[in-house]
């Protein structure tokens, strides 16, 4: 977090401080008072909303049917598991394979609810539900 924005969140918690309401009191309790607590605090927030925005990437990129965006999702040494066990290792064969699979479905899908990520320090571990719709011919959705 760059000096400006930890220098704009203490003036807020001060004005706040100033008003002296329990609110204000519980958030400072929460939150310390030291910016290094107030930085480590806000980055865990940023780090979960990225990985989140991951998340979410990943099932536009195959609504989208867009291949390359989707195998991004994953390291460069990324694996997938197909259903009958083989696996694809590395981003240009994780695109190649599902551009093939994938593009057998017309409409697709995805939604995540239930996102529980857990962080400790740069480690992070999750759980979420992974829904999906899919439409083989959109000329007959019904």
């Known amino acids: 977090m760059d000096n400006w924005a930890l220098a704009s ?20 309790w929460q ?12 980055q865990k927030l940023e780090d979960k909303d990225a990985i989140v925005t991951l998340m979410n990437q990943y099932c536009k990129n195959v609504d989208n049917h867009q291949w390359d ?7 460069k040494n990324g694996v997938i598991k197909l259903e009958d ?3 694809v290792v590395g981003r240009a ?6 551009s093939k699979l994938g593009n057998s479905f017309q409409g697709l899908l995805h939604s995540l609810t239930n996102i529980d990520l ?6 992070a571990t ?12 959109m000329s007959k959705p019904y």
Do not use: P
């Not at 965006?69 to 390291?75: T, V």
């Open 9 to 28: 969140l203490e003036r807020c918690l001060k004005d706040l401080e100033e008003k002296d309401t329990h609110v204000t009191k519980h958030l400072f």
């Open 31 to 42: 939150l310390g008072d030291n910016n290094a607590n107030i930085a480590r605090r806000l």
């Open 69 to 75: 965006g989707y195998a991004n999702c994953f390291l």
């Open 85 to 87: 066990g083989s696996s």
């Open 93 to 98: 064969d994780i695109a190649d394979q599902m």
């Open 118 to 123: 857990n962080l400790d320090g740069n480690e």
């Open 126 to 137: 999750g759980l979420c539900y992974l829904w999906f719709a899919s439409i083989v011919d």
